[in-house]
C-alpha cells in the first residue's frame, strides 16, 4: 500500500487481486489435497507435500517481501518508536521484581485502552464493529452450519457442490468491485457536479480521491444489505427444512403458513433446498464487496501511524464475534434449536446493515438519489 497512491482505483485493483488469490487457493486446497492422496495412496505422502509447500511458500514470501520493501522508498524511512513497556522494564530505579511487573502490567493494560480509544475515535470504526459483527453469524458454510445441515440428512457430496458454487461466487466478487467501484463514483461525481457547480471547481485529485471513496461507501451499502436480503430466504428455508423434522413445534408458524399459501412451492423439500442453496452462494457476494470496500476505506480513512493499532483492534472485536458464534453454538448445540441461530444472525446481520448505512447518510448526507427514483418512476415532472 505504501508505493500506491491513497483514494485510487490502484488500491481497489489491488486488494481485489489479493482476495481472489487468497479465494481461489481455498477453492482448490481441497482439490489438490485429493489428489495427491489419490496419486500416492497415502496420508503421510499428502502431509509431507504439503509441509513442504509451506517451506517453500515462506521462501518465496519473505523474498518478495524484500524486493518490495527494496524497492519502496517509504517502506524504508526510519519511524522513531518509543517503547512505553519497554522504557518501565529498563528503569533501574525499580529493583522489586514483583513491583516492575505490575508497572508493566498496568502499563500494557494502559496502552490497551489507548488504542481502543483510538479506535473508536477514527471515522471508520462503525464500517470495522459492522464488518466484524458479520462473523456471529451461522448463516454460511460455517462448521455450524455444515453439520446441522449433515445431521438433517443432506450428503455430503451436495454440501461439497453448494460449496463450490458459492466459492465462484465469492471470487466473482473480486472482479465486481473494482468495476462496481468506477462505476458509482463516477454516477456519485456526476450528481455531486451538478449540484456544486456554484461554489466553483475542485482540485483534480482530491475531487479523484472524494469521489473513489463516495464509491466505495456506496458499493459497500449495496453489498452488505444484499447480505441481508439473501438471507432472508435463507432462513425461510431453513425454517421448511426444520418444519419437516419437527412438525409440532410451535416455532415453526411461518413454515407452516408458507406451506399453507403456497402449496405448489413447499409442498417437498426439493423448493427450500434449491433456494437454501441458491441464496447463501449469492449472500457471499454481497459479503466480499462489504468486506472488500470497507477494507480500502480503513485503508485510506485511518492515518498512516495508526493503521496497525486499528487493524489490530478490528482482528479483536472480529475474534470476540466468532468466539460469540461459537459460544452460541455451544449453548443451543440440539439441533432443533438451530432455527433460533439462523435468527439470531439475520439480527446480527441487519444490526450491521442499519450502522453502516447510519455512517453512510451521516458522511454523504443522504442514503438514495430520491429525485432519481422519483424521475425514473414518473412521480416528477
Same mark, same amino acid.
Given at each position: 500500500?505504501?508505493?500506491?497512491?491513497?483514494?485510487?482505483?490502484?488500491?481497489?485493483?489491488?486488494?481485489?487481486?489479493?482476495?481472489?488469490?487468497?479465494?481461489?487457493?481455498?477453492?482448490?486446497?481441497?482439490?489438490?489435497?485429493?489428489?495427491?492422496?489419490?496419486?500416492?495412496?497415502?496420508?503421510?505422502?499428502?502431509?509431507?507435500?504439503?509441509?513442504?509447500?509451506?517451506?517453500?511458500?515462506?521462501?518465496?514470501?519473505?523474498?518478495?517481501?524484500?524486493?518490495?520493501?527494496?524497492?519502496?522508498?517509504?517502506?524504508?524511512?526510519?519511524?522513531?518508536?518509543?517503547?512505553?513497556?519497554?522504557?518501565?522494564?529498563?528503569?533501574?530505579?525499580?529493583?522489586?521484581?514483583?513491583?516492575?511487573?505490575?508497572?508493566?502490567?498496568?502499563?500494557?493494560?494502559?496502552?490497551?485502552?489507548?488504542?481502543?480509544?483510538?479506535?473508536?475515535?477514527?471515522?471508520?470504526?462503525?464500517?470495522?464493529?459492522?464488518?466484524?459483527?458479520?462473523?456471529?453469524? /451461522?448463516?454460511?458454510?460455517?462448521?455450524?452450519?455444515?453439520?446441522?445441515?449433515?445431521?438433517?440428512?443432506?450428503?455430503?457430496?451436495?454440501?461439497?457442490?453448494?460449496?463450490?458454487?458459492?466459492? /465462484?461466487?465469492?471470487?466473482?466478487?473480486?472482479?465486481?468491485?473494482?468495476?462496481? /467501484?468506477?462505476?458509482?463514483?463516477?454516477?456519485?461525481?456526476?450528481?455531486?457536479?451538478?449540484?456544486?457547480?456554484?461554489?466553483?471547481?475542485?482540485?483534480? /485529485?482530491?475531487?479523484?480521491?472524494?469521489?473513489?471513496?463516495?464509491?466505495?461507501?456506496?458499493?459497500?451499502?449495496?453489498?452488505?444489505?444484499?447480505?441481508?436480503?439473501?438471507?432472508?430466504?435463507?432462513?425461510?428455508?431453513?425454517?421448511?427444512?426444520?418444519?419437516?423434522?419437527?412438525?409440532?413445534?410451535?416455532?415453526?408458524?411461518?413454515?407452516?403458513?408458507?406451506?399453507?399459501?403456497?402449496?405448489?412451492?413447499?409442498?417437498?423439500?426439493?423448493?427450500?433446498?434449491?433456494?437454501?442453496?441458491?441464496?447463501?452462494?449469492?449472500?457471499?457476494?454481497?459479503?466480499?464487496?462489504?468486506?472488500?470496500?470497507?477494507?480500502?476505506?480503513?485503508?485510506?480513512?485511518?492515518?498512516?501511524?495508526?493503521?496497525?493499532?486499528?487493524?489490530?483492534?478490528?482482528?479483536?472485536?472480529?475474534?470476540?464475534?466468532?468466539?460469540?458464534?461459537?459460544?452460541?453454538?455451544?449453548?443451543?448445540?440440539?439441533?432443533?434449536?438451530?432455527?433460533?441461530?439462523?435468527?439470531?444472525?439475520?439480527?446480527?446481520?441487519?444490526?450491521?446493515?442499519?450502522?453502516?448505512?447510519?455512517?453512510?447518510?451521516?458522511?454523504?448526507?443522504?442514503?438514495?438519489?430520491?429525485?432519481?427514483?422519483?424521475?425514473?418512476?414518473?412521480?416528477?415532472?
Amino acid at each position: 500500500m505504501a508505493g500506491l497512491q491513497e483514494g485510487s482505483s490502484s488500491l481497489t485493483s489491488l486488494n481485489a487481486t489479493m482476495r481472489r488469490i487468497d479465494l481461489i487457493c481455498k477453492l482448490a486446497a481441497p482439490v489438490f489435497v485429493a489428489l495427491i492422496v489419490a496419486a500416492f495412496g497415502s496420508n503421510r505422502c499428502c502431509v509431507l507435500t504439503i509441509a513442504g509447500m509451506n517451506c517453500i511458500s515462506w521462501g518465496i514470501e519473505a523474498l518478495t517481501a524484500y524486493q518490495v520493501w527494496r524497492t519502496t522508498p517509504r517502506l524504508q524511512e526510519r519511524r522513531d518508536v518509543l517503547s512505553s513497556i519497554s522504557s518501565v522494564t529498563a528503569d533501574t530505579r525499580i529493583n522489586n521484581s514483583l513491583e516492575r511487573f505490575n508497572n508493566v502490567a498496568a502499563k500494557a493494560f494502559e496502552d490497551q485502552i489507548q488504542r481502543l480509544k483510538q479506535y473508536f475515535a477514527s471515522d471508520v470504526w462503525i464500517p470495522s464493529v459492522a464488518l466484524a459483527m458479520l462473523h456471529i453469524s /451461522v448463516l454460511s458454510y460455517s462448521a455450524t452450519l455444515i453439520t446441522y445441515l449433515l445431521n438433517s440428512g443432506f450428503s455430503v457430496t451436495l454440501i461439497t457442490t453448494a460449496r463450490a458454487s458459492s466459492s /465462484v461466487v465469492e471470487i466473482s466478487s473480486t472482479f465486481v468491485a473494482p468495476v462496481g /467501484v468506477s462505476y458509482l463514483a463516477k454516477s456519485s461525481k456526476r450528481h455531486d457536479q451538478a449540484e456544486e457547480d456554484f461554489e466553483g471547481l475542485l482540485e483534480e /485529485v482530491d475531487d479523484e480521491g472524494r469521489m473513489h471513496s463516495a464509491g466505495l461507501e456506496r458499493l459497500g451499502l449495496w453489498g452488505i444489505w444484499s447480505q441481508l436480503l439473501n438471507l432472508l430466504p435463507v432462513f425461510i428455508a431453513i425454517d421448511q427444512i426444520h418444519l419437516s423434522q419437527q412438525s409440532t413445534n410451535p416455532a415453526n408458524v411461518l413454515s407452516r403458513f408458507l406451506s399453507q399459501r403456497f402449496p405448489r412451492f413447499f409442498a417437498s423439500l426439493s423448493m427450500p433446498i434449491l433456494t437454501l442453496f441458491t441464496f447463501l452462494s449469492f449472500s457471499r457476494l454481497g459479503l466480499w464487496l462489504f468486506d472488500l470496500t470497507t477494507t480500502e476505506l480503513t485503508q485510506t480513512l485511518v492515518s498512516p501511524g495508526s493503521r496497525s493499532s486499528f487493524a489490530g483492534t478490528e482482528m479483536s472485536f472480529v475474534n470476540v464475534f466468532e468466539l460469540g458464534q461459537w459460544v452460541l453454538a455451544a449453548v443451543f448445540s440440539n439441533p432443533e434449536d438451530f432455527i433460533w441461530l439462523a435468527g439470531g444472525s439475520i439480527c446480527a446481520v441487519g444490526i450491521a446493515a442499519g450502522m453502516y448505512a447510519l455512517w453512510v447518510r451521516r458522511r454523504r448526507g443522504h442514503l438514495m438519489h430520491w429525485e432519481k427514483v422519483g424521475a425514473g418512476c414518473g412521480c416528477q415532472k
